[in-house]
């Protein structure tokens, strides 16, 4: 036996009477709804031959969560905190939830919703108490028209009206549901004739509906730059850094040790402050529950294998040791690409995701060793030539033009938002790093700073842009 909403939108007033019964039963705090009433509108007027002619059009949408065929929220969860009862109902346990909001990136239709009361992620759990004792969920008894029900898949009838959405692809799926999803919701929706109209379709009240926004990404901004930093600080070590301590002629110098120490204080800065960012922190020992699945689990797994790996280097010295972390490096590049890699974020979704996370590593390791270098360069009194700071340059330069590029093939979205002005900041780095590969020895050392705060800059605005794509879906 399976339930399913039985929704009747040609019916529907939009009263919102479901959606304040579900509010007042499960007692939600203003701005947040498991429940939500769509006002889709559109069409327009015209005069022709001297009359006015309209096809101005509304219908409402009532949508909770639809308890999909496969849902995508209990397969992101890292802490493993979704269940599907044998009747597809789909609950979330909020005892184990983090708070952490992955499972609101991965649905389609951005159901689960953040509580900032509790610090946990809440959503429909079809009044399941209700109806194990055989009655309606809050609202559906609330409904004036009686237009929303639940019903039991195996007992209603097939009638053509009526569109089982499980069985009918995503992109048949009438607007404003998204047509990408592929989590088959169990929705038995009867369509108000608009629905089928070729015209324009707008969500009329979606500033009502976008639910409130208790926490900044911004923490997640710098945590992703910060342990692309760290790896990209550990291969810089293993390239140029080595090449510096040969300039140097000293194996036995402790400068040799210096950006290891920097990896494991920008790994623990970027672990601060992703605990920072969860709603319910006493759960953070939870995130590994759901390795199966769960590509945010594997980063952190990842995280600390990279960091367990980087320590072994620094205690054993070797070759093996040394390509064992890089390679752990590289797998928290691709496990953090994987975590946005999500059929519900279209603008994440591609492999240039992969590439500009890849590229930010190399970018911000090489950058952030090289005053380092420069320092120890002046503090030991020898002068390094001027073709390795070109090499170095240069690669650099090359790097930023790949990563203009991966921009400007998103057109036209690489020009609004931020991305001018990160055009604008690639080319003023590329410009600073043209002019220190003939910088005087005194200048080198703050040519580099320039270019490091350039190169954060422009990556900063980058990572605000991406996730701008979360408040861009359509529901």
């Not at 429940?35 to 101005?56: F, K, L, M, P």
């Not at 090449?243 to 920008?266: A, D, E, H, K, R």
């Not at 350039?454 to 990556?459: G, K, P, R, T």
Request: contains cysteine.
């Amino acid at each position: 036996m399976t339930y399913a909403f039985r929704f009747d939108s040609s019916g529907c007033s939009g009263c919102k009477a479901c959606q304040a019964a579900c509010k007042d039963k499960n007692n939600l705090p203003a701005g947040v709804f498991w429940r939500r009433v769509i006002e889709v509108s559109g069409g327009d007027w015209a005069q022709e031959n001297g009359a006015w002619v309209n096809t101005v059009f509304a219908y409402n949408l009532s949508m909770a969560c639809n308890h999909c065929v496969h849902p995508k929220c209990a397969g992101v969860c890292p802490v493993d905190a979704y269940t599907v009862r044998p009747d597809g109902i789909v609950l979330l346990d909020s005892a184990r939830c983090v708070g952490c909001g992955y499972c609101n990136w991965a649905c389609p239709y951005a159901v689960p919703q953040y509580d900032p009361a509790q610090g946990v992620m809440g959503k429909c759990n079809f009044c399941f108490d209700a109806l194990d004792a055989g009655q309606q969920p809050s609202c559906a008894a609330a409904c004036p028209l009686r237009v929303l029900e639940v019903v039991k898949v195996e007992e209603s009838p097939s009638q053509p009206a009526l569109l089982p959405l499980w069985e009918i692809p995503g992109g048949q799926h009438p607007f404003p549901l998204p047509e990408f999803s592929r989590t088959q919701p169990h929705m038995l929706l009867r369509p108000h004739p608009a629905m089928h109209n070729e015209l324009a379709k707008r969500v009329a009240n979606r500033e009502e509906l976008r639910p409130p926004a208790p926490k900044s990404e911004m923490p997640l901004v710098f945590f992703t730059l910060i342990t692309q930093a760290a790896v990209g600080v550990f291969w810089s070590a293993g390239w140029t850094y080595n090449m510096f301590l040969l300039l140097l002629q000293t194996n036995s110098s402790p400068l040799w040790l210096v950006p290891y120490g920097m990896v494991g204080i920008l790994l623990a800065l970027a672990l601060l402050i992703s605990f920072a960012h969860l709603g319910r922190k006493r759960n953070a020992w939870r995130v590994l529950a759901n390795l199966k699945k769960s590509w945010l689990s594997r980063e952190i797994l990842s995280i600390a294998v990279f960091g367990v790996a980087g320590l072994a280097h620094v205690v054993f010295q070797a070759f093996f040791s040394a390509v064992l972390a890089a390679l752990a490096g590289l797998v928290v590049i691709i496990s953090m690409a994987n975590v946005y890699r999500l059929r519900s974020m279209p603008a994440w979704n591609n492999r240039r995701t992969l590439g500009a996370f890849l590229l930010t590593a190399l970018l911000l390791g090489q950058n952030l060793l090289l005053p380092v270098q420069i320092s120890a360069s002046q503090w030991s009194g020898i002068t390094l030539p001027v073709n390795y700071y070109g090499e170095l340059h240069l690669f650099s330069v090359l790097l930023l033009g790949v990563q203009a590029g991966l921009m400007l093939v998103n057109q036209p979205a690489a020009l609004a938002g931020f991305g001018r002005m990160r055009l604008a900041l690639i080319g003023a780095t590329v410009f600073a790093l043209l002019v220190s590969i003939f910088a005087a020895p005194a200048a080198r050392l703050g040519m580099s700073v320039l270019v490091l705060a350039l190169l954060v800059a422009q990556e900063v605005l980058g990572r605000i842009d991406f996730y701008s794509a979360i408040e861009e879906r359509r529901l």
